[in-house]
């Protein structure tokens, strides 16, 4: 469990709490031993938690758009839907899975709520099957 402790302060509460549990197992106080395990619970829920807190995705705002330029290192200027253009680049997963993105295409664009200039393409829509 010391991997899910990120923090150092943490980290060096974490490692006190097992040395009690230990001191507390060989001298058999049971009472306190039940007491010991709900706090060392509780504190491994709140490390789990504080680690987790990046992976909520209530910052982020989505929209659709198109491309409209293409520059290296996988850049891209979209036109959203409400006319606005902005830069964005590649998000990891389409870089791994080689999706090739060209001007024309519909993509969908996260941003973060501080920065609304810069987006990230996290989705590229097919096309429709013209007939």
């Known amino acids: 469990m010391l991997c899910v402790v990120k923090h150092l302060y943490l980290r060096y509460l974490y490692l006190f709490y097992l040395f009690y549990l230990f001191y507390l197992c060989i001298y058999k106080d049971k009472h306190n031993v039940v007491f010991f395990i709900l706090l060392h619970l509780s504190l491994i829920f709140y490390c789990i938690k504080k680690t987790n807190m990046h992976k ?18 996988g850049l891209f200027k979209v036109l959203l839907d409400n006319q606005k253009t902005v830069l964005a680049y590649i998000s990891g997963k389409i870089r791994q899975k080689k999706i090739l ?31």
């Not at 909520?56 to 290192?73: L, R």
């Not at 993105?101 to 013209?130: A, M, P, Q």
């Open 56 to 73: 909520h995705k209530k910052d982020v705002i989505e929209m659709e758009g198109i491309v409209t330029e293409a520059y290296p290192a």
């Open 101 to 131: 993105i060209l001007v024309g295409d519909r993509v969908k664009v996260e941003f973060h709520i501080s920065d609304l200039t810069r987006g990230r393409i996290t989705y590229r829509f097919r096309e429709k099957k013209r007939s």
